[in-house]
């Protein structure tokens, strides 16, 4: 078995760029949510004839699509991860358009047929409006409130709830945006971390989770989650997760 130290050092080693999972094999489980974000957006995507997707990370969720619009463009804020989307949605005839997370969008009123986004650390409701096309829609899965917070909580100590990712107020701000909500669901999904690199790794990849962490800073919190998962198995979180659809009047 490997000793903590081992295992910090793994952690650290490991590349964060990009959303791609597939090194948690073996290390971490997460439960997916039953609607199948992935299935639903390249649906979508076979449908229509100009599309974006906000923050797309790498790409990689755009890229499991098994058919392209004719205009396919994304928007990422973090010039690693832009790049590799352009590397990886350039088969597809997409591009990458490097914006950050709280700019205004780059493209002309009315721009796209369908608006996508997995995840976003943050949602301009009046800008996804203005960018769709009359009768476009938006496809979103998103992060509910109090996500992780098993895991935020032994690392940072208790930490209030807010209200910024709760399904309902999205509601709310999409249909202030002169959205309609046409389907919004949500569930907790159970997470399994069975040693401390793939929690270091991913509070390294998911950077909001603990904001500022470091190996260092935490090294205290760390040991002890390293001690309790060698006493008792795997540390044990859960995700939340909504999906939201809201279409703009034609």
């Known amino acids: 078995m490997a000793t903590f130290e081992e295992l910090v050092a793994e952690g650290l080693s490991v590349p964060v760029e990009g959303w791609d999972f597939s090194w948690f094999a073996g290390r971490a489980t997460e439960e997916r ?16 004839g100009r599309a974006l997707d906000l923050q797309t990370g790498g790409g990689e969720v755009l890229a499991s699509m098994r058919r392209a619009p004719q205009k396919l463009v994304a928007t ?15 088969p597809l005839g997409g591009r990458v358009v490097e914006a950050g997370e709280d700019d205004d969008l780059p493209f002309p009123d009315g721009s796209f047929d369908l608006v ?13 409006a203005r960018v769709l096309a009359p009768g476009g829609t938006y496809l979103s899965q998103q992060v509910g409130a109090g996500s992780l917070r098993e895991l935020i909580d032994f690392m940072m100590g208790p930490q209030q709830v807010g209200d910024a990712r709760d399904p309902e107020r999205a509601r709310r701000e999409a249909t202030n945006a ?13 997470i399994e971390f069975f040693d401390v ?6 509070l390294r990849k998911v950077i909001w989770t603990v904001p500022n962490f470091t190996v260092d800073a935490y090294r205290d919190r760390l040991e002890a989650l390293h001690t309790q998962i060698e006493s008792t198995g795997p540390f044990v979180a859960h995700s939340q997760r909504f999906l939201i659809e809201a279409h703009k009047p034609s």
């Open 33 to 48: 949510p039953s609607w199948g974000y992935a299935r639903l957006m390249g649906d979508r995507m076979a449908q229509v």
């Open 76 to 90: 990422e804020g973090w010039p690693p991860n832009a790049e590799l989307a352009r590397k990886r949605l350039a």
């Open 116 to 128: 996508v986004s997995r995840h976003p650390v943050t949602v301009h409701w009046s800008e996804i």
């Open 178 to 190: 002169g959205l309609t909500v046409a389907d919004l669901r949500s569930e907790a999904l159970r």
């Open 197 to 202: 690199a793939a929690v270091i790794v991913f």
